[in-house]
């Protein structure tokens, strides 16, 4: 029997090794719907396009953790990035954060778009059907 979710683990293949694993919780419909017309902006009779930033923000709002991710501490040691990871004063000065920035500021913004397209690929109709966006 399928069972629905909570939470959804996206798996991205990354450089060399272990895939990245993204684990978000599942975003509210209206969260979903608001995020597929974020993409597309009219201005002056002018259809623009801007995927990333949306994608980004989509991403900064669900993401609850990640796997086979790690960063170089403020001294050359390699320590795991994930939701419990702590940023030090010396990690924040060795990567440029301010005090607002949290552990999800320092995964690339590429891995991020590339793993809201699961959301673009997976849009649901009101009928139920899938389609691509």
């Known amino acids: 029997m399928a069972r629905i979710s909570r939470n959804i683990t996206i798996s991205l293949p990354v450089d060399s090794g272990a895939p990245v694993e993204f684990i978000v919780r599942r975003p509210s419909a209206d969260e979903h719907q608001k995020f597929l017309k974020s993409r597309l902006k009219e201005r002056r009779n002018k259809i623009t396009t801007d995927v990333i930033a949306p994608r980004l923000a989509l991403m900064h709002k669900i993401l609850l953790d990640c796997r086979n991710v790690t960063i170089d501490d ?19 000065e060795h990567y440029g954060l301010d005090a607002l920035d949290t552990w999800r500021d320092l995964i690339p913004a590429n891995w991020l778009s590339s793993a809201a397209t699961y959301f673009e690929e997976t849009a649901v109709d009101e009928e139920g059907s899938e389609k691509n966006s």
Do not use: P
């Open 74 to 92: 403020e001294h050359g040691n390699e320590i795991e990035l994930n939701a419990q990871t702590q940023l030090t004063e010396g990690i924040r």
